[in-house]
């Protein structure tokens, strides 16, 4: 992490959020491409007054420092306030522009099962389509398909986003070989009341997977002759 605290200050530096791309080994164009976006995130966070940041994989460090040693040549950048920016409630509660479209409702579905698949496995962190991506990932993509099962959103073809709707492309898009992560999901994304975390389910999965080899395994030592 870039940035360091400043002797005898009391404010803490302000540190950019993580750059989620990673290297593409068996695809230079598309990793040319990776890192010029990794380059043009951390040259946003550092011109708004960022004080440090990070990123996804140590490959990116050589980059995201580079643009912070030449963006910010002193310690931190405490003595820009950013008095400019001005976080209005209505600004803060407004709803999103854009539009709702079944492959972007698909996306959410593959990366939501893909990493509960994986974090039921033993993993935090999955890279999933180039990018890095940990539990965060997974909670905006059951939550993104919640709220628009809950207020009868409208996909960009004109259907309403429904709970059989959902279950269907789940059927359709889940290739997983753990059918956990699949009924997980759909669980959490298409219940009546929004969990308040998915990985509080995905914990009792855990303990019941984690009992069984438990078990099987203790069954197999009975078994075998002393």
Known sequence: MHGRWLAGECQQPVTGGMAAQIPIKDDPDANAKAMEKVRADKLREVREGHDGTWVAHPGLVAIAKQVFDEGMPKPNQLDRLREDVVAAAATLISAPAGTRTET??????????????????????????????????AEIS????????????????????????????????SSSSLPAARALFEAVA??????????????????EMLDGKTRGAKALAERRPS
């Not at 009868?152 to 004109?158: H, I, P």
């Not at 298409?190 to 303990?207: H, M, Q």
Request: net charge negative.
């Open 142 to 173: 059951r939550t993104q398909i919640w709220q628009w099962i809950k207020h009868r959103a409208s996909l960009d073809d004109g259907r309403t986003v429904t709970r059989p709707l959902v279950q269907q492309l789940i059927a359709e898009e």
């Open 104 to 137: 972007g409702l698909r996306h959410n579905i593959r990366v939501g099962i893909q990493y509960l698949e994986a974090w039921l496995g033993g993993q935090g962190a999955v890279p999933i389509y180039n990018l890095m991506e940990d539990a965060a990932t």
């Open 190 to 207: 298409t219940s009546d009341e929004l969990t308040d975390f998915l990985t509080l389910p995905a914990y009792e999965i855990l303990v």
